[in-house]
């Protein structure tokens, strides 16, 4: 992984004098008398500005405002000048458009330290379409770039994406940063920490079998070190996790399994709660001592948990004296436990895993940033399959803006063989997002990114380890048969397509890999992203299921990033901010 590049890494010698492209996200609310109502956007673009403009470079700032269609006084950045003036402490100059001969004339102007705001960018349609020749007339106002739009950073348009490719050097501003900026457990110490309740929320959402044995122990390994890390110093732990999907309270959920091996882990013996909230945990919440470990039952037996119900998360944040969000792999998701139980304990911090995890994939994020233009990390491919096909069919869209090949696989194919109008049979296949699959294929084919669906697949006679199975085209599903694992054909053009690239993420297993006889797509793509990490391709697994399917070949010290993330792994590829993570102090 090339070293990720941020403005930071710019220094006097590299900005004086030099007309630096910025394009941030002013994209901020305005009252009826065009009165700003909310500058947190402007305020979050600051700190890259002042660096600069500290640094004598010249500043071309870039935003878009709203969604106008053409010219839209009423989208104008005109009104955001005073503020940024005021927060900047110079005056802001502004131009009437975004480029042409008069914007050429102020960028000349512009004085070492100054700041010349440009019109909003949207008001050519051009931006939208990340056209080439627009983002080469933004790109010939300046020497370098700087995105710092994060908020933006998932489309694909002219001034967010085109310009890097015309512009070096194109870095990350401090907003795009703030991501793996958080206050983390570390900086609590033993004096923050003896004889406090702290509730620290994990993803211990690991695959159990029909016997509630836990198949892969990835995810509660990972969380240790923030649990050690708190119980050395004297912290009284409150851990809380969800496990799988249950509506309501569902036994076959309970994180009771997991007790004996998270107590093996932390050398003491974890206590465990039948419940997350209430008086019963209450009382036990009161009788952990120092250096002490509470499971709580898990929390999305409480509807309220998905619904981040203000109500809920207060009953949960009330139990403790201070909030470690270690989950990762939820980040994504703006839960009660997750997100609001930040806002009613002070401090809200960020524990190990997270912190590495997003050290890690930001990082990676800003390195692709910097591949847009040098082009180190490319081709790009992101490999998905897997079962939560509804939740992850939409990532899809986004990341046809980012890589140059989709490999899917798992049951996210169904849905597009259907949208096609073969038979599946009793295949998985998502009825309401046939049409969204036709419009990815469409997609994919006008972007020119390869969207490759397995040409043969193995087939089942029910959902068991015992099924009979055989190989059929992939168009050839009869009924009462069900799609169970990717076909021998297929792993050949998989692996041959694979080869051609040097940056790979990977989320969702190709077929029910629990299962020996539908475990083979699995492990041969498993097996051939290693021999690529071997060859110096960056191969980034996310996900619990699929780092389990790595970990059962024992493959995964094999891969450059194992990630506790699957879906939120895919969102902060999209460029998304996690709410779990935003959720959280500043450091
Ligand atoms: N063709 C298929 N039909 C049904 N289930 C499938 C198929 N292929 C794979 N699966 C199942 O998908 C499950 C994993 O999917 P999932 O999307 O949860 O991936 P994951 O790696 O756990 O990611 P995340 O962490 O986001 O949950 C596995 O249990 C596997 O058996
Ligand atoms: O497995 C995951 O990706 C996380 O535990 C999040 O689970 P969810 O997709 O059910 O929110």
Not at 406 to 432: H, N, P
Request: net charge neutral.
């Amino acid at each position: 992984m090339a070293s990720k590049k941020s403005v930071s890494s710019l220094k006097e010698g590299d900005l004086k004098g030099k007309k630096v492209f910025v394009r941030a996200d002013l994209n901020v609310p305005l009252d009826d008398s065009f009165k700003i109502t909310d500058d947190t956007r402007i305020r979050a673009a600051v700190p890259t500005i002042k660096y600069l403009m500290s640094n004598g470079a010249r500043v071309i700032l870039s935003s878009h405002l709203g969604r106008p269609k053409g010219v839209t006084p009423k989208y104008s950045l005109k009104p955001l000048v005073p503020r940024l003036s005021e927060l900047l402490g110079i005056e802001v100059k502004m131009a009437d458009d975004c480029v042409g001969p008069e914007v050429e004339n102020l960028v000349a102007g512009i004085s070492d330290g100054g700041v010349l705001l440009l019109e909003n960018v949207r008001f050519y349609k051009e931006e939208e379409k990340n056209d080439p020749e627009f983002a080469k007339k933004l790109a010939s106002l300046a020497d370098l770039y700087v995105n710092d739009a994060f908020g933006t950073a998932h489309r694909a348009h002219a001034s967010t994406e085109g310009v890097a490719k015309y512009l070096k050097p194109a870095v990350a501003g401090y907003l795009m940063q703030k991501m793996a900026s958080k206050k983390s457990v570390s900086s609590l110490k033993e004096g923050d920490l003896k004889g406090k309740k702290v509730f620290v929320r994990a993803d211990l959402n690991v695959p159990l079998d029909d016997s509630f044995k836990i198949t892969d122990d990835t995810r509660i390994r990972a969380a240790v070190p923030t649990i050690k890390y708190l119980m050395s110093n004297g912290a009284r732990v409150i851990l809380s996790s969800h496990l799988g999907r249950p509506k309501g309270v569902t036994p076959k959920y309970s994180l009771k399994p997991l007790v004996p091996r998270l107590s093996e882990l932390l050398g003491i013996e974890v206590k465990m709660a039948d419940d997350c909230v209430g008086p019963e945990v209450e009382n036990l919440v009161a009788g952990i001592s120092d250096g002490g470990v509470l499971l709580l039952e898990n929390v999305r037996f409480y509807k309220e948990e998905e619904k981040n119900d203000p109500e809920f998360a207060k009953k949960l944040a009330s139990l403790a004296d201070l909030y470690v969000n270690d989950a990762f792999g939820t980040a994504h998701r703006a839960h009660a436990s997750t997100e609001g139980v930040a806002k009613y304990l002070k401090p809200a911090v960020a524990g190990y895993l997270m912190q590495k995890e997003l050290d890690y994939l930001v990082g990676a994020e800003l390195d692709y940033l910097v591949g847009a233009v040098s082009s180190p990390n490319k081709p790009f491919a992101a490999i998905v399959g897997g079962a939560k096909v509804s939740s992850k069919i939409g990532v899809i869209e986004s990341l046809l803006e980012k890589v140059n090949i989709i490999v899917l696989g798992g049951g996210m194919i169904f849905t597009f063989y259907k949208a096609q109008g073969y038979k599946v049979g009793s295949s998985l296949v998502e009825e309401d997002k046939l049409d969204l699959a036709t419009s990815l294929l469409e997609k994919a084919k006008s972007k020119g990114v390869s969207l490759l669906l397995p040409s043969d697949v193995v087939i089942a006679d029910k959902f068991a380890a015992d099924a009979n199975s055989k190989v059929v085209p992939a168009k050839e599903i009869s009924d009462g048969w069900m799609g169970l694992d990717i076909g021998p054909d297929s792993i050949k053009s998989f692996s041959e397509t694979l080869d051609t690239t040097k940056t790979i993420i990977w989320n969702g297993p190709m077929g029910v890999f629990e299962m020996e006889k539908f475990a083979a797509g699995t492990e041969a793509i498993a097996k051939k992203l290693a021999e690529l990490s071997g060859k110096g391709v960056t191969t980034i697994i996310g996900g619990g299921d699929s780092v389990a399917a790595v970990e059962k070949v024992g493959l995964a010290d094999k891969m450059s990033h194992i990630s506790t993330g699957g879906g939120a792994s895919l969102e902060l590829l999209e460029g998304k901010t996690l709410p779990g993570v935003l959720a959280l102090n500043e450091a």
